[in-house]
């Protein structure tokens, strides 16, 4: 948008298949500030428009054809007004017709690419379309016929396709339509396609408009016929756009990987700081003016080369388009020789623009390919979306205008941010008086106390994250990253000198509030969105750094209810914990019900004077206490909607939601609440492990358990109303959820005090929960898995590798499957992955039959497979690292104390070896399934281990019956190991003594035991098992069992081994197989090449003789050489037609790396280095990159009757090299242990060409 009116752009390109092609397009678009632009021929089929959805785009509206062809496509600015209501669109590619809102005002945006053989039944079609439709239209396209043949063709002929023009004309006629460039030239002859076999100019892409429209356009003008064969048309329209449009500056962090620009301001920092330090009495006066200067040292440099680029680009337009009117008049050679000169400096200019950026994209690609990251995560979002808010609700109406939606926005927050409540101190002492407050220690306070070191201002810099928004200064952490060397002192001391003034520098104030609609919600209630505090970055590292400290020792004065934010505290110990009191409670006499309490805007609405309240009384120290009160003084912030920044308003509650220190402020402020209900005895809870439990908390997520309703909520209530009138916070009871727990609960009981009644199916923490725990899993899965069967179908259409398959189940899918297994200890019904897996491989393999088993793919590297994520293995290992909770005896946990009640008189651990079949509790259920499944697996007997069970142990009989000897057990003997000492059985006399059993009738049943136990039972050095229960606490994760379970389940791939020793003629020892799969993919950085290398070892590809022992073809012969059997060590090694690449790959590897590289199959498909032992790695990484181009060369032209070239290796190879040359200078980092650079890629494109002449 410039200035007060939107621009539009229509322009037939000629297709953009090519990345280059596309880049330059919008690169133009972009440089010519468009709008809306109205695109012909684009060429694409199906859903490849969706390629145009660059940055800038908001909305892509297309129609394509089915071949590569026609093809039409209007791309609106995001940071337009724009609300489509409509779209109609024909299958052939011709024709869009979008029915829209502009900033209120209702139009029709049409798109055509009229046919070029004379068709006059298009334009009566189109007539019809356009008839139908009440609003102002824009009609854009190329017509392939003028307006009018006398002035609109610089060689007036025959009139060509006349019906076409009546057709044109009386559809102008019909609907009010004006050719609007004429009537802005009404005299001049300028053209937008010539026509070089003809030697003639004609004007046949217009902009026709509705009549009532041409008061409101501001310009219309042809542009120069540069990049494409037709030159693009411009229309300037006043469409009561907003005049006021205020953005703001970031630092586009491409820059810092400039390393010129790098260096230039590292410069100007040092001298800025060697000059202005101690100018001034303040270090944050210093500071502000620092990154002042930075902001413009930035601009400078980013204007600078922009403007060069923008005024030649101006220039060159101008020169073609005055050359092209004097060519139109009179034609010369010399004339279109400058003319064709100019163009291609313009291409240049362009091809520069959009090259570099393609060539960083594809460095990227490079690297990272279809690997999980963002770059996948891209791919996998909805592309047609747009962020912008089209609309919001003012009292009774909507507001459109960009302006009024800041305006609304804006005082919502005001009003949200600013105290509704001023409790006086007597109020706040009063409350604090009624509680038992938890303390800090004074050590544990000595841990928040004192200065800022520059240690911790580094630590906190470190850990933060890149990507994020920049706050309102537009200095994101990347630069903090870049040059902390230069600022980490200086930052320090202001942080210092701030806190000893009580005041921050102004600009650590400011926020700037972004917001994100919520999902599934009315988009126009300025409520249902969620505000994000964009904090300048400096503020955030002091908050992060008050977070490290305050981390370290918030558990001792939160209580193990709140899981949220907490150090070593999980989501799912209180999931565990609730379904366990489910089941306990499930058929109690009394009424125990489970409340979703609906806190309104909890972050946002905290009192201050609260949170200083709380922290004193808690035990924080002046210091801690003053850093909070400083970061609260005087905080400001404005809102940013559609590109609009507003006024700045004053804050005086609430936390800051993106800020570090927030959530854990947050935990504090609630606890008290928290404190005062289970102190409260008339708000009795449920009963489990000897303990009364009543809240299960996430930060402000409360679920309560509540018995006796209909006298315990009036209590309930009373207490949260005390605890609103100092703190802000407030409940809704009205959309707060109430849901039975035991037998006898009824709907009136809750629904009197305002709470919805949900029988079954409450959720928390995204999980729906329900008094029947078995059928929780099906409640929970069955939903999740018709989403991802949905999700698998859209993303099926992507163009995606194995690899990025596999990549797009770890990073989209299995988490979601992943977070229900673990947060549900119950047993998931085989149905259910039985479902998954189906979904899965249809996915994987196109609905084709697998290639690859699934067993395999879920391998790890290392072991030959993929890592595809084994949901049935993860569930185990979830398990597992619960199981290792209760082998710490980590009575901490409530679950632990609960399970350990559940099991008595025996441990839970000796519990789930025992043969007792007395539990119907479907958690302790799944985990003595769990613990037999997973030594079965493991091919041990759970029965038979050290640490199993001495009693009820079918493994262990005396009279073919288990045993159970009451005074052994009480006395200590509890499990097998309590037998031994030193891995030697007690003697009698030594049991008798260490134990303290007393009586005669102890002896014969030593016989007895020592007899059955020496017999079944023999002590090992262990198993992946117990190794994995006797880690440390920390390491004691699902996904360190998963990752080592997973290696030790996985197969080496023995048969392939034996293959390939059979068609290379030579023996691979078992470690050398190991060897080769752990290292497939390991040296080279590119996805595709390590895709290739894997696919080979797998013998992934289809051969002659596998076609034709499938019957699917009639010989077995090689495609290429036609003589012999077409094997797969045939077909990519030994024909003669393939030979002589891999020899002349090798050849140029040997003599640019100085190094013997030998003709082997070995090493050149399997990645085994046995040859070249003495190389380095950085060689081998090299050798690795070769010969895994070759391997693509030969597997492109697969089935191909000719021969592979070496001009293709070469081209791969040079494009390979610029990469790794790039990444080397961005990265000069290491993978695995291995160096992936080398230093003489630079060199590569000289040696090859002399190489590839010699060899040509």
């Known amino acids: 948008m410039v200035g007060n009116h939107i621009i539009c752009m229509s322009w037939n390109i000629k297709g953009c298949g090519s990345p280059i092609k596309r880049g330059k397009v919008m690169t133009y678009l972009k440089h010519h500030k468009v709008d809306i632009a109205f695109i012909q021929e684009t060429h694409f089929k199906g859903e490849e428009a969706l390629k145009l959805k660059y940055g800038w785009v908001g909305h892509v509206f297309h129609s394509s054809f089915s071949s590569k ?162 030159a693009a048309v411009k229309l300037g329209i006043d469409i009561n756009c907003d005049k006021e449009r205020k953005g703001r500056w970031r630092l586009n962090t491409s820059l810092l990987s400039h390393e010129a620009f790098v260096a230039s301001l590292k410069e100007d920092l040092k001298s800025f700081f060697e000059i202005n330090t101690g100018s001034t009495d303040r270090r944050s006066t210093e500071w502000e003016a620092s990154k002042a200067y930075v902001r413009g040292k930035i601009i400078a440099y980013a204007s600078k080369r922009k403007r060069e680029d923008r005024d030649r680009i101006q220039e060159l337009d101008n020169k073609i388009k005055n050359y092209e009117k004097e060519l139109s008049q009179r034609f010369s050679n010399q004339l279109y020789q400058d003319i064709c000169k100019l163009k291609f400096e313009l291409q240049e200019i362009y091809n520069k623009k959009v090259e570099y950026a393609l060539f960083r994209l594809g460095t990227t690609f490079y690297e990272e390919g279809e690997k999980t990251g963002k770059l996948l995560a891209r791919q996998l979002k909805q592309k047609n979306t747009c962020n912008l808010i089209t609309g919001i609700k003012k009292g009774n109406t909507i507001v459109t205008s960009t302006k009024e939606i800041n305006d609304v926005l804006q005082k919502f927050y005001k009003d949200l941010y600013t105290a509704d409540i001023n409790p006086k101190k007597e109020e706040l002492l009063s409350f604090f008086s009624k509680l038992k407050m938890p303390k800090l220690s004074p050590e544990e306070m000595n841990k928040l106390e004192g200065p800022i070191t520059e240690l911790e201002v580094r630590k906190a810099v470190s850990v933060m994250r890149n990507g994020k928004s920049a706050g309102l200064d537009g200095l994101p952490v990347e630069y903090y990253k870049q040059y902390i060397d230069l600022l980490a002192s200086t930052l320090t001391e202001v942080y210092n000198e701030a806190y000893a003034s009580g005041s921050l520098p102004s600009s650590f104030n400011d926020a700037l509030i972004s917001v994100i609609p919520k999902k599934d919600r009315d988009a126009t209630e300025p409520s249902n969105y969620r505000p994000i505090s964009l904090i300048n970055v400096d503020c955030k590292i002091l908050s992060k750094i008050l977070a490290l400290r305050l981390e370290k020792v918030l558990s001792n004065i939160i209580n193990p209810d709140q899981v949220g934010f907490m150090m070593n505290r999980s989501s799912t110990d209180n999931m565990r914990r609730l379904l366990h009191l489910i089941w306990l409670n499930r058929e109690k006499t009394d009424p125990i019900v489970a409340l979703s309490l609906d806190a309104e805007k909890a972050f946002d609405r905290v009192h201050w004077e609260f949170l200083f309240t709380t922290l004193l009384n808690f035990g924080f120290g002046p210091c801690f206490i003053k850093w909070v009160q400083t970061l609260y003084k005087t905080p400001k912030a404005c809102v940013i909607t559609n590109g609009k920044v507003s006024p700045s308003f004053d804050l005086t509650r609430g936390t800051r939601q993106g800020c570090p220190l927030s959530p854990l402020l947050f935990n504090i402020t609630l606890e008290p609440l928290a404190i005062a209900i289970r102190a409260n005895t008339n708000i009795p809870g449920a009963q489990g492990g000897n303990k009364e439990h009543k809240l299960f908390l996430y930060a402000d997520d409360i679920l309560a358990l509540v018995k006796d309703p209909d006298k315990s909520l009036p209590h309930l209530m009373e207490t949260v109303q005390s605890y609103s009138k100092v703190s802000g916070y407030k409940i809704n009871w009205k959309k707060s959820e109430a849901t039975p727990i035991s037998g006898i609960c009824n709907a009136s009981m809750v629904t009197k005090f305002g709470f919805s009644w949900i029988p079954r199916g409450i959720k928390y923490l995204g999980i729906k929960i329900s008094r029947e725990l078995e059928e929780i899993p099906m409640l929970n899965l069955a939903p999740l898995l018709q989403n ?246 920390p390491q004691q994760k699902a996904s360190i069992f998963y990752r080592t379970a997973n290696h030790v389940f996985s197969n080496d791939c023995i048969n392939l081994k034996t293959i390939w020793e059979k068609d290379i003629g030579t023996v691979i020892g078992d470690e050398e197989w190991k060897i080769i799969l752990s290292n497939t993919g390991k040296f080279v950085r590119e996805a595709r090449g390590q895709l290739t290398q894997y696919k080979i070892i797998h013998r992934f590809y289809l051969t002659p003789l596998r076609l034709n022992r499938m019957g699917l073809t009639n010989n077995n012969v ?97 494009k390979t090299a610029s990469y790794e040359s790039l990444l080397n200078k961005l990265h000069n980092k290491t993978k695995a242990g291995v160096t992936v650079g080398f230093p003489v890629w630079e060199d590569f494109w000289s040696y090859v060409t002399l190489s590839f002449r010699v060899t040509q």
Request: charged residues 20%; hydrophobic residues 40%; contains cysteine.
């Open 69 to 230: 062809r026609n093809g039409v496509v209007i791309l609106v600015n995001k940071n337009l007004n724009f609300i489509p209501t409509g779209e109609v669109k024909d299958d052939e590619g011709r024709m869009v017709c979008v029915q829209a809102t502009i900033n209120g005002i209702a139009v029709v945006l049409c798109n055509i690419y009229a046919p070029n053989i004379g068709d006059p039944n298009f334009f009566y079609e189109l007539n019809k379309t356009l008839g139908d439709m009440d609003a102002q239209i824009i009609l854009a396209g190329d017509f392939n016929q003028v307006w009018d043949p006398f002035i609109d063709k610089s060689k007036f002929r025959e009139q060509t396709y006349p019906k076409d023009r009546t057709a044109i004309h009386m559809m102008s006629e019909d609907n009010g339509l004006v050719d609007i460039w004429r009537l802005v030239n009404p005299r001049e002859k300028e053209y937008t396609f010539y026509s070089h076999c003809h030697k003639s100019h004609s004007r046949i892409d217009m902009f026709l408009i509705s009549r009532t429209m041409t008061k409101h356009v501001t310009h219309c003008k042809i542009n120069a016929i540069a990049l494409s064969d037709h």
């Open 788 to 1033: 991802i069967r949905n999700n698998l179908d859209k993303w099926g259409k992507i163009q995606l590798t194995l690899w990025g398959k596999v990549n797009i189940i770890k990073m989209a899918v299995s988490s979601q499957l992943n977070y229900v297994l673990m947060m549900l200890p119950i047993t998931v019904p085989q149905l259910i992955f039985n479902q998954y897996d189906m979904m899965v491989k249809r996915f994987l393999w196109n609905g084709k039959r697998p290639r690859i088993k699934l067993n395999k793919l879920c391998a790890s590297r290392d072991k030959g497979g993929l890592g595809l994520p084994d949901p049935r293995l993860y569930q185990i290992s979830f398990e597992m690292a619960k199981l290792a909770k209760h082998w710490n005896n980590n009575t901490q946990l409530d679950w632990v104390t609960i399970e350990k009640t559940l099991s008595w008189p025996y441990s839970p651990i000796e519990h789930l070896s025992q043969c007792l079949n007395t539990t119907t509790n479907p958690i302790m259920k799944h985990s003595r399934e769990v613990w037999a499944k997973i030594h079965k697996m493991h091919k041990l007997s759970h029965c038979r281990q050290p640490y199993s069970s001495l009693w009820y142990n079918s493994a262990i009989c005396v009279g073919k019956s288990p045993i159970y000897w009451k005074k052994w057990h009480l006395n200590g003997l509890c499990t097998v190991t309590d037998l031994f000492e030193q891995g030697v059985f007690l003697s009698y006399n030594n049991l008798v003594q260490k134990y303290n059993l007393k009586g005669k009738d102890h002896f014969w049943k030593y016989l007895q035991i020592r007899n059955c136990v020496s017999t079944i039972i023999k002590l090992t050095d262990g198993n992946h098992i117990l190794d994995f229960l006797k880690l440390p606490h």
């Open 1118 to 1214: 090689c495609w290429k050489c036609q003589k012999d059997r077409g094997t797969f060590i045939h077909c990519i090694w030994e024909c003669p037609l393939i030979q002589p690449l891999w020899l002349q790959t090798l050849n140029i590897l040997s003599k640019w790396l100085g190094i013997t590289i030998p003709l082997s199959p070995r090493l050149c498909l399997l990645g085994d280095r046995e040859q070249l032992p003495n190389i380095t790695n950085v060689e081998f990484a090299v050798i690795m990159v070769g010969v895994s181009v070759t391997a693509r060369v030969i597997l492109k032209n697969w089935k191909a009757p000719k021969t592979p070239e070496l001009k293709e290796w070469v081209n791969i190879m040079t």
